[in-house]
């Protein structure tokens, strides 16, 4: 069902699924989605050849999908290597899906920030429970208070938000300047 501004609603012609997690494409033409059955992989909908396209093939978990600000890379979860952790790929499914992280923890991506430096997800980790973290995807730390980003291996995680409490969900303003967040230390 596509909802538009003014609340009218249009069916979307695709075959009904247990869909979840739409994420809309930054150019607006498309929406990725996992489909939640037994297959349970990601999708695109293309909104005006009202086309869907199976984006990933694996048997094992594929969700959680995060476009990139150019709208050329979908960012996701997978269980595919084991413990739940992040991949991307071409949106269009041309090249390979490449791996992001490896962690024993479970990582669900969440963001990519609006200048595509910085993927934020949340990670589950045995002491802190779940937390908003962030990863390099250009090969830099993220930017200290002088603003210069410093080189350091490409796509290591560190923490936005870290505490015993849960945080989650974390999302960059368009800006880049905050950080909103789910969190339950209220």
């Given at each position: 069902?596509?909802?538009?501004?003014?609340?009218?609603?249009?069916?979307?012609?695709?075959?009904?699924?247990?869909?979840?997690?739409?994420?809309?494409?930054?150019?607006?033409?498309?929406?990725?989605?996992?489909?939640?059955?037994?297959?349970?992989?990601?999708w695109i909908?293309?909104?005006?050849?009202?086309?869907?396209?199976?984006?990933?093939?694996?048997a094992a978990?594929?969700?959680?999908?995060?476009?990139?600000?150019?709208?050329?890379?979908?960012?996701?979860?997978s269980e595919?290597?084991?413990?739940?952790?992040?991949?991307?790929?071409?949106?269009?499914?041309?090249?390979?899906?490449?791996?992001?992280?490896?962690?024993?923890?479970?990582?669900?991506?969440?963001?990519?920030?609006?200048?595509?430096?910085?993927?934020?997800?949340?990670?589950?980790?045995?002491?802190?429970?779940?937390?908003?973290?962030?990863?390099?995807?250009?090969?830099?730390?993220?930017?200290?208070?002088?603003?210069?980003?410093?080189?350091?291996?490409?796509?290591?995680?560190?923490?936005?938000?870290?505490?015993?409490?849960?945080?989650?969900?974390?999302?960059?303003?368009?800006?880049?300047?905050?950080?909103?967040?789910?969190?339950?230390?209220?």
């Amino acid at each position: 069902m596509w909802v538009d501004r003014q609340g009218r609603e249009t069916p979307i012609p695709a075959p009904p699924r247990g869909y979840v997690y739409p994420r809309l494409s930054p150019d607006g033409t498309r929406v990725a989605v996992s489909a939640n059955d037994q297959e349970q992989d990601l999708w695109i909908w293309d909104l005006a050849r009202t086309t869907l396209t199976r984006a990933t093939f694996e048997a094992a978990f594929d969700g959680y999908p995060v476009w990139t600000p150019d709208g050329r890379r979908v960012v996701f979860s997978s269980e595919r290597a084991g413990a739940r952790n992040l991949f991307w790929q071409a949106a269009d499914g041309t090249g390979a899906v490449e791996r992001l992280s490896e962690s024993p923890n479970t990582q669900n991506a969440t963001a990519v920030s609006p200048d595509g430096r910085r993927l934020i997800f949340t990670e589950t980790a045995p002491k802190t429970g779940d937390d908003v973290m962030q990863m390099a995807l250009d090969g830099t730390r993220p930017s200290t208070s002088s603003g210069r980003g410093e080189p350091v291996e490409p796509r290591r995680a560190t923490p936005l938000v870290q505490s015993p409490f849960s945080e989650r969900n974390g999302i960059v303003s368009p800006d880049g300047r905050w950080l909103a967040y789910e969190a339950n230390d209220s």
